[in-house]
């Protein structure tokens, strides 16, 4: 008798508090990571960015949902014909949100607090190339290079390049203060951040008044938040076997856009095995991409030929370099000494393309007798043994970093991977300005890479948004680590 | 008495300082770089050597174990890694979440299982027992994350009463706060419930079979006034002591059930700071779970040796 009348208590306290629709000028995104602190410029998480970048601070250079290069708080810019000096004008009348004014004297601040010795800027390696940068006025920046740098507007672009004011810099973390439309409101630490629309803000005024970024780390309530109303938008859906459940259902809309990640099963080319090219090669013929992109994936994901994004202009289609062969495969792999077997090891991170993929590449690698043994790892351990003491024979891992080609120029980086002629051409693309130049290198570039197998090319990340029918404006790719909510609005 | 007392103190800082130990060793063991993972993969050496040196993570073990130690002791729990705050402000701010959770859950399942283990003795072998039993039964064998996954199901997807999860905070008033955390609570009421109805149940049991309880029911007494003012107090030390034992389990239990109803909790803040490697988060967390466990262990070990003179003798295994 008791339990009847709680349960009846229960269910009463419930009518009370039936979940909030939106109304039509505030928006609910959910998303799946908890920023740790909210200043771009102080740490690598991406969880950062998709929740300030341009919402609340901008750079010099803004980056479009296109990827192109767009005037930020710079209005315009010159390049002088060696590509070695920047002149950028800057915007009138732009506040910080506590009201004190931008100038080029901010610029000098934020470059010159990322550049410095103590800086923790997570994207120091951005600034690298900077010779010099000098404020001649109040409303123009000039910056030196060392040395020609083709993508440095696209890297000013970056959310490690925002501007902050000194004023407010050291209290961003918990307090972030920036030029952008809207001005943060609150953070309740582990449930919600919430903006509000900036009154003040210079360009045109953001047509949401209040955006709030939930977060939910597991799939399953994302899902049931999603469906009782309690977010309108998932802008990156971390669970793609729900997708189909979001398709069929009139409310939703699920759009998948690219990213810019790149996922591979990375190799460590001075492991014993993998040091040789056949080994290399057998592998890339062992796998069959797209029975990776439908078993861990349901089918979203572009498969790549080498490390380059699909929808990039200068992108080379390699798929075909390695077929799914395994006859092909043996035959290298007996060539190379391991006609009786190969054992490797292979690390996955929590990741679920990660955990996913690899069962899926260990049942493929081992029809060709390759027995790899599965070891799951939380990502500070993998940080740790994989990417700082390459103590690791195979991992999966999409890196998200926008034109990060770059990485196999790198001395000791983790797949221990050294080309002479892979780090002449990038080399010569660094300098290029030419796009035509340009264009043709980063082909080469991408050719180089899939000839030496460096890694098992897998697919590109896509990005599963799942929408509320009727909100519009909202980014569907991601060129950058973005949840750019600064032209939505409800129709 | 006193002795007793002071014997069991030693204990219980021994204990503390031998957790907080072994929580440091457990850490410095663990492979994982702070640092490492705030940075990322495009970290240079030197940015990561100036943030290791800011967190003061560039100092020999044994010094940070020490200053540590006498930090915490002073009440000055530190600055965590990633938040960049200090650690007694974000356990402030997750205690009111869990806390309340907790102390919910327990009355919940209070609440439940005294009525229905008592019903179900009075009723034994009938089938208001059967049927009280079985969902007992069921109540052990269901996982809570799963009974909380299909209670958001039910209540918040089909039939919109509640949110499907989230902690509005205690700023839009008590009401709506205490709401979010009624699906929680339940979920983890209820597996705690089932394990108490079996106990409370055998207890009354045990004790309808006294011989007093016949001199009772012989002198005349009405059957309710038996059973409720002889059998039941008497059969209620058995579930006090499990009530005991269980809420150290519902705070464990809370790091699953904050997951999934994404509450910003205490549970759901050290599972974040193990993955993110906020050492001094993990550390603190730890030792003060370790600590309200141990006093509420010793409470009880004074309020036993105080009813029961026995005890204050041989008093260590209790």
Request: no cysteine; proline share 0%; hydrophobic share 40%.
């Given at each position: 008798m008791k339990t009847k009348l709680f349960a009846a208590a229960f269910l009463a306290a419930g009518l009370g508090m039936s979940g909030q629709v939106a109304a039509k000028d505030t928006l609910t995104l959910g998303i799946g990571l908890e920023p740790p602190h909210l200043d771009p410029t102080g740490g690598a998480a991406a969880a950062i960015d998709e929740v300030?970048?341009?919402?609340?601070f901008e750079g010099l250079t803004r980056i479009g949902p296109d990827g192109a290069v767009l005037p930020g708080l710079a209005k315009s810019w010159t390049v002088s014909d060696d590509g070695l000096t920047y002149s950028f004008k800057l915007r009138d009348g732009v506040r910080f949100h506590d009201g004190t004014a931008f100038d080029s004297a901010d610029v000098l601040f934020s470059i010159g607090r990322a550049m410095a010795e103590d800086s923790t800027n997570a994207q120091k390696g951005l600034f690298e190339p900077i010779a010099k940068i000098e404020a001649p006025d109040a409303a123009t920046v000039t910056i030196t290079l060392k040395r020609p740098t083709g993508h440095f507007l696209f890297n000013l672009g970056w959310g490690d390049v925002v501007m902050v004011a000194p004023e407010s810099a050291d209290t961003n973390k918990t307090k972030p203060v920036g030029t952008g439309p809207f001005t943060f409101d609150r953070w309740s630490k582990g449930a919600e951040i919430r903006l509000k629309r900036n009154d003040a803000y210079w360009g045109a005024a953001a047509k949401l008044s209040k955006v709030s970024f939930k977060v939910m780390p597991d799939a399953a309530s994302s899902a049931a938040a999603l469906m009782s109303g309690d977010i309108d938008v998932f802008p990156n859906f971390g669970a793609p076997e729900l997708l189909e459940q979001f398709r069929a259902d009139p409310r939703f809309e699920v759009v998948v856009g690219t990213t810019e990640g790149e996922t591979i099963l990375s190799m460590n080319n001075t492991s014993k095995a993998l040091s040789d090219i056949r080994v290399r090669r057998a592998i890339a013929h062992a796998i069959d991409r797209q029975a990776i992109i439908d078993g861990a994936m349901f089918g979203s994901g572009t498969p790549i030929g080498s490390h380059f994004a699909p929808h990039h202009p200068a992108y080379v289609d390699l798929t075909g370099m390695y077929p799914h062969d395994m006859a092909k495969a043996k035959a290298l792999l007996a060539e190379a000494g391991y006609a009786s077997g190969l054992k490797l090891r292979l690390t996955l991170p929590p990741p679920s393309y990660a955990r996913r993929g690899g069962e899926v590449i260990a049942a493929q690698l081992a029809a060709v007798g390759i027995e790899a043994e599965i070891i799951p790892v939380e990502w500070a351990q993998w940080l740790k043994q994989v990417f700082k003491t390459t103590d690791y024979d195979l991992t999966i891992v999409s890196h998200t970093e926008p034109f990060d080609i770059g990485i196999y120029a790198r001395d000791s980086y983790y797949f221990n991977y050294k080309s002479e002629r892979f780090n002449q051409i990038y080399a010569d693309l660094t300098e290029a300005v030419d796009p035509a130049k340009r264009k043709a290198l980063i082909g080469e570039a991408q050719k180089v890479l899939a000839e030496d197998s460096v890694n098992g090319f897998l697919f590109e990340l896509a990005q599963n948004g799942v929408w509320k029918k009727g909100i519009k404006g909202l980014w569907a790719n991601r060129p950058i680590q973005a949840n750019d909510v600064t032209a939505a609005y409800w129709e | 008495m006193l002795e007793f007392v002071v014997r069991r103190l030693t204990t219980l800082a021994a204990t503390l300082a031998v957790a907080a130990l072994i929580v440091f060793l457990v850490m410095e063991v663990l492979p994982g770089d702070p640092a490492e993972v705030m940075l990322g993969l495009n970290a240079q050496p030197d940015t990561l050597a100036a943030l290791r040196a800011q967190m003061g993570l560039d100092r020999p073990a044994p010094e940070r174990f020490v200053s540590w130690v006498l930090a915490f002791l002073s009440g000055d729990l530190g600055i965590s890694y990633t938040y960049d705050v200090p650690v007694s402000e974000l356990i402030g701010e997750r205690m009111v979440v869990t806390l309340p959770l907790a102390l919910m859950a327990i009355l919940f399942s209070t609440l439940i299982a005294l009525p229905s283990g008592v019903l179900s003795a009075m009723f034994r072998g009938r089938p208001a027992d059967t049927i009280i039993m079985g969902i007992a039964q069921l109540g052990v064998a269901v996982p809570n994350f799963w009974f909380a996954i299909l209670l958001i199901l039910l209540f918040a997807v089909t039939l919109g009463w509640t949110s499907a999860g989230g902690f509005p905070g205690f700023e839009d008033g008590i009401l709506p706060a205490l709401g979010a955390l009624l699906l929680p609570a339940i979920a983890l009421a209820l597996p705690q419930a089932a394990i108490l109805a079996r106990v409370t149940r055998s207890s009354v049991i045990d004790v309808l079979g006294e011989d007093y309880i016949r001199t009772a029911r012989a002198k005349g007494l009405p059957g309710g006034t038996v059973l409720w003012r002889h059998a039941v107090r008497n059969a209620l030390a058995a579930p006090l002591t499990i009530m005991g034992l269980q809420f150290s389990f519902l705070l464990a239990g809370t790091v699953i059930i904050e997951n999934v109803f994404y509450l910003p909790g205490l549970g759901r803040l050290i599972f974040q700071a193990i993955a993110q490697r906020d050492l001094i988060v993990v550390k603190d967390i730890v030792v003060l779970l370790v600590a309200i466990v141990i006093t509420v262990n010793f409470i009880v070990d004074i309020l036993y040796a105080w009813a029961d003179p026995r005890l204050r003798n041989g008093g260590g295994n209790v």
């Open positions: 300030v970048y341009q919402n609340v | -």
